[in-house]
């Protein structure tokens, strides 16, 4: 029987960790080796239709939407979070598109500014309060003042003005449209409260 010494223990050991490690070391090098190809197929589902890709795993939602699938209703204020302008929504919840990769967005439900209005070209109630209240000056800002609105009032975070401008301080207006956008907002409430 072989005598079994500290350096026996070691050697074994080191022989399984070696196991162990091999296909991680692989996996890695395939991680690599899939990074250094630059793509990778991605499945997004976008106003109820489903687009398939070949995209840079790094590539944001807001510019899969807009430099892959031409959906420039959705815009790049800052690219870092900060303004509101690319809001989308996921699964019905409002988030912020230049701060999602697209590859984590797969199998979830995206919904643009282009997909608001109704098959026939009706307006969402949103769309129309905005033109009613004239909630806007150059418009860079409004697709997404308009996707965090329709959110904000589905939440039930539009009780009153207060509210409403603490649910929407996340959406900048370099214009200063502000109070007619909380006047869309409350025009906008009132129709779904009436539906
Ligand atoms: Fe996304 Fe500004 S572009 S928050
Ligand atoms: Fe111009 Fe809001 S309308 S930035």
Known sequence: MPTVTRRTVLTAGAAVAGVALDPLMAREGAGQASAATGSAPITLRVNGKSHQLVLDPRTTVLDALRDHLHLTGSKKGCDQGQCGACTV???????????????????????????????????????????????FQCGYCTPGQIMSAVACVAEGHCGSDADIQEYMSGNLCRCGAYPKIVAAIKQARGQRENS
Not at 106 to 127: K, N, V
């Open 89 to 135: 929504h996921i699964n019905g919840e409002r988030v912020l598109s230049c701060l999602t990769l697209a590859i984590a967005a797969q199998g979830q439900r995206i919904e643009t500014i282009e997909g608001l209005a109704a098959a026939d070209g009706s307006l969402h109630p949103m769309q129309k309060a905005f033109i009613d209240q004239d909630a």
